[in-house]
């Protein structure tokens, strides 16, 4: 009797919540305003919950909590790695969560709530094994891929994968360089222990040259600075070579499961163009109306676009979050008015000053839009500020705003959840 007593208190020293049925979980999670932070809470509690929600979220109610955000999502470590900052621009809401999984990891590719991660070494940029690994930023499920051996030093430069939302990737493609230049592709399909690989022709395609790679329908393309594009199959057998006669491409970007690119050329004018495929030709063709389009830009992986028609307000709380934005010179309109200079750029006007030759910002705010104001000012300024208000509404005129991570913050990445 004594024994039992003693393990019944032994037991009472601990929680049963971990044990909770699904169904009663499924009661609780009904009851909770949809919030990401309550939503890594309980996929943080345990094994049993983070089952339960997961269970949840993809067979009593799919689109419960899993964003499915057409714009993406700023991602900036903090706490030393180990925790992260998420900004969403849809909402205007900024979370901070831990998240230790990325700790010491650079993120190659984004899609679907998935994250395809690189696991780095302290004080090491090249490496012969490389360890990666698959991590859902919402169900926090993990797929650890087989560690890649190489022969000689190695580093990754470009990774893709295929995914349906919510369900495990079945195929993750990277593409590595040596100290010569040689990119090497591999890949790994879900359920095997190795990664198949296929080497380029150095003469066609090399480090120097290769811009991008894009998965989609069991298709892998891989395009260079000139728009060429290579194309495989998921098994890294050569399928097509299209040519393109495309000068230089700066970027590649995705929009929904469309693929564009962008170059600034030398005036600073961008020129935006989408990847066209058919069953005969596939080639790059430059899109007229860009008047609406933000790209979202990353240095290290592809970055995003956006189409929105009415983007003021998302580029303004863009701004104050302190993303960097940014626009060519075709935007910045310039409006001379009483023999003064005056330039336009984004909601800021700026005053040339002749004796300095400098550009000064003027020192009041909202000039574009502030009725209260105009009514205080005098009637000269007032004609400027409707000349200037002119100007920002003739829409014919923009160009796409590129919009990087902050300025303070070098470990900031946009990725993409919908």
Not at 10 to 19: A, C, I, N, T
Not at 87 to 116: A, Q, V
Not at 135 to 148: G, S
Not at 284 to 298: A, Y
């Amino acid at each position: 009797m004594a024994f039992k007593r003693k393990l019944w208190m032994v037991e009472e020293e601990y929680s049963f919540w971990h044990l909770l049925p699904h169904d009663v979980l499924w009661m609780i999670i009904e009851r909770l305003d949809p919030d990401l932070i309550e939503c890594d809470y309980i996929s943080a509690v345990c094994g049993n919950w983070r089952s339960g929600f997961k269970s949840y979220c993809t067979i009593i109610k799919p689109s419960f909590r899993l964003p499915k955000d057409t714009i993406p999502w700023l991602m900036t470590t903090r706490n030393n790695g180990t925790g992260i900052e998420l900004y969403r621009p849809s909402t205007n809401k900024t979370y901070n969560i831990d998240f230790p999984e990325i700790y010491g990891t650079h993120c190659l590719y984004s899609k679907d709530g998935w994250l395809l991660l690189h696991k780095l070494e302290p004080r090491q940029c090249q490496y012969k094994n490389m360890k990666l690994c698959l991590i859902n930023l919402f169900t926090r499920d993990k797929v650890e891929l087989p560690e890649l051996k190489t022969k000689n030093q190695n580093f990754i430069t470009k990774g893709t994968f295929s995914s349906t939302y919510s369900n495990c990737p079945n195929c993750a493609i990277i593409l590595t360089a040596d100290v010569d230049m040689k990119v090497t592709l591999y890949a790994w399909k879900k359920g095997s222990d190795l990664w198949k690989r296929s080497k380029f022709d150095y003469d066609l395609m090399n480090a120097y040259n290769m811009l991008n790679i894009w998965l989609c329908d069991d298709q892998l393309y891989c395009f260079t600075t000139k728009g060429h594009c290579y194309a495989y199959d998921t098994d890294l057998n050569s399928t097509q070579t299209y040519p393109s006669n495309i000068d230089k491409l700066d970027n590649m970007t995705l929009c929904g499961n469309e693929l564009f690119a962008f170059s600034v050329m030398d005036t600073a004018e961008v020129n935006v163009f989408k990847f066209f495929s058919c069953i005969s030709r596939k080639d790059w063709f430059r899109i007229s109306d860009v008047s609406n389009i933000i790209f979202f830009k990353n240095d290290d992986c592809i970055s995003f676009m956006v189409m929105e028609e009415c983007r003021s307000l998302l580029l303004k709380n863009l701004k104050k979050h302190g993303c960097q934005i940014k626009s060519s010179k075709k935007f910045n309109q310039k409006v001379v008015f009483e023999k003064e200079t005056y330039l336009v750029c984004l909601d800021d006007v700026y005053h040339y000053n002749r004796s300095t030759r400098k550009l000064v910002k003027l020192k009041f705010n909202n000039l574009l839009s502030s009725s209260e104001r105009e009514q205080q000012m005098n009637a000269k300024t007032e004609l400027l500020v409707k000349k200037l208000r002119m100007l920002a509404c003739d829409r014919t005129k923009e160009v796409p705003f590129i919009v990087c991570g902050t300025k303070t913050d070098s470990s900031s990445t946009w990725i993409y959840v919908g």
